[in-house]
């Protein structure tokens, strides 16, 4: 299975007279990963929202292989392959870890077999001995590796992640990177981080976008962008180099 392909066309949102975000451009290539950054307040969740389609953005147009999807439902472009996670635990909070995949199994229509590479990757993150925990009685690092693993049933084409390091430890962080690593290796799939650890950024994300008051400030390498004295201005917020990217 290959990535997708995802366009984002001069895509802007408003609610009323506030003005998220304007005319953004920009294209994941099939199989890249791409991190987006910037301050609270810039935009970063409503993108993911927009693109995943629990919001329609106010104009512009998103192509998920060529194919218009602005404003399709979530459920739609999830059967599609357009999969997002979510900042926090996003689990079916009673059942079981084990019920919690195979409902999502069920509803992506994946086949049973998934189970086979599922079993390998619950060893790696711990929650093979956990199937018959409720979910919401689990330590928070294994709720979200759970929310992760439930956007891997889906057999995603572009996976759009919102803060998948949000609240772990900095010990635990390094799963995300095992995740993000073995969901291509199995689906080749492309992937949006938006993320606010600049290791992990820099770790896995061959590019970034920074987005400022709702515009495109810079857009490169971590390397380059994040030694750029707008981008440390206005994201970082420090006035020294090296602290910005401690």
Same mark, same amino acid.
């Given at each position: 299975?290959? +990535? ?23 294209t ?8 987006v950054i +910037?301050?609270n ?13 629990k ?5 512009g147009q998103?192509?998920?292989? +060529? ?26 909070k009673?059942?079981?870890? #084990? ?5 999502a ?35 928070? +690092? ?8 439930l ?5 995603p ?12 430890e ?9 995740f ?12 949006l ?5 600049m290791?992990?950024v820099? #770790? ?6 920074v ?5 495109l ?9 994040l030694? #750029? ?11 020294n180099e ?5």
């Amino acid at each position: 299975m290959y +990535g997708g392909e995802l366009r984002v066309e001069k895509v802007s949102k408003r609610f009323g007279g506030l003005q998220v975000f304007h005319n953004l451009t920009f294209t994941i290539a099939p199989g890249e990963i791409l991190g987006v950054i +910037g301050p609270n307040g810039a935009g970063k969740t409503t993108l993911i929202n927009v693109i995943c389609g629990k919001l329609a953005p106010s104009g512009g147009q998103i192509l998920l292989d +060529g194919k218009a999807v602005a404003g399709k439902p979530v459920h739609e472009l999830s059967r599609r392959g357009l999969v997002r996670s979510f900042q926090q635990t996003n689990t079916f909070k009673s059942a079981t870890v #084990r019920e919690n995949l195979s409902r999502a199994i069920r509803f992506s229509g994946s086949p049973a077999s998934i189970w086979d590479r599922l079993n390998v990757l619950l060893k790696e993150f711990d929650l093979a001995p956990r199937l018959d925990e409720p979910s919401d009685k689990l330590p928070y +690092g294994l709720q979200k590796m759970l929310g992760l693993l439930l956007t891997y049933t889906t057999r995603p084409k572009v996976l759009l992640l919102d803060e998948p390091a949000a609240g772990l430890e900095r010990r635990e962080r390094t799963v995300v990177d095992t995740f993000v690593k073995n969901v291509q290796a199995d689906f080749g799939c492309s992937v949006l981080i938006v993320e606010h650890d600049m290791d992990l950024v820099r #770790r896995l994300c061959p590019r970034i976008l920074v987005l400022d008051a709702g515009r495109l400030l810079a857009e490169g390498t971590p390397e380059d962008v994040l030694s #750029r004295r707008d981008v440390i201005d206005a994201y970082l917020g420090v006035s020294n180099e090296e602290e910005a990217v401690a």
